[in-house]
């Protein structure tokens, strides 16, 4: 029975992944998620059902378009795979739960921010507020009605207190320090793992940061050297996520090890 969910799982997450890379890349664009239909951007070519199968298509057709053989980024057949293991990481973490309905939920933000931040700089408002309101139907079947008012109390703490955060880096570096999207996004960050956990996130979030950052810098070819910060801070939360860090385990490990 478990091979059926992992399955099922797995399917789940690559066809989602591959719905999310395209909300991801067109919705910051203005552009519409399901028009026009998936095309080849060099001739134009409308991809056939065949040619929309998660990873598999890629496989089969090497890599290229069938059409012009113009060469397929390898982006997406791993970014679809990303996302179809995240999905079976979590169900074996969670179980078949309502804790995994909830990791599932952050896990697709998470995908469709690394995909819209990397590219334009942008987190999506609509992606958190979708977002949002699918963990909170999440929180209120897992701890009613307090578990809802509770998180949106260490949604708004954790927001106010990177707000206030952006402010002081803006004064101290006489130039936007950080981007409104992280804020906002940290109020999502807060609802999900406690206003305590999300400024944590920020400190991982920093110290994946330095290599990782130089990284992208390669990988982008970046001629404006900007690099977004809020990729790093979903890689942290998922962190958190996945290993089932809390702000009292946390103490624990700083107790004991002083
Ligand atoms: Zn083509």
């Keep these: 029975m478990d091979l059926y969910y992992i399955i099922i799982l797995f399917l789940l997450g690559i066809n989602l992944g591959s719905f999310y890379n395209v909300v991801g890349y067109r919705l910051p664009k203005g552009e519409s998620i399901v028009f026009p239909p998936s095309h080849c951007p060099k001739c134009d070519h409308q991809l056939s059902m065949l040619e929309l199968i998660p990873i598999f ?98 949604g708004a703490i954790s927001f106010s207190i990177m707000f206030l955060i952006k402010q002081l880096g803006d004064f101290i570096f006489k130039k936007e320090s950080m981007g409104g999207g992280d804020i906002k996004l940290m109020f999502v960050f807060g609802l999900t793992f406690g206003w305590e956990m999300s400024l944590i996130s920020i400190f991982i979030a ?53």
């Excluded at 958190?240 to 009292?248: E, M, R, S």
């Design 206 to 258: 920093s110290f994946l940061g330095l290599p990782l950052s130089i990284i992208m810098l390669y990988l982008k070819n970046n001629k404006d050297r900007i690099i977004p910060f809020g990729p790093f801070l979903c890689i942290a939360a998922l962190i958190i996520l996945f290993l089932k860090i809390d702000i009292n385990s946390v103490m624990e490990f700083i107790i004991t090890h002083n």
């Design 57 to 154: 298509s890629y496989i089969i057709q090497l890599g290229k378009c069938t059409k012009c053989k113009t060469k397929i980024s390898l982006f997406y057949p791993f970014f679809e795979l990303l996302a179809g293991l995240l999905f079976v990481l979590a169900y074996f973490i969670f179980g078949f739960s309502i804790e995994l309905f909830i990791a599932l939920i952050f896990i697709s933000m998470t995908l469709i921010i690394f995909i819209s931040d990397y590219l334009y700089y942008i987190i999506l408002d609509e992606v958190l507020i979708v977002a949002s309101g699918l963990l909170l139907i999440g929180i209120f079947f897992l701890d009613g009605i307090l578990g809802v008012g509770t998180a949106l109390f260490n």
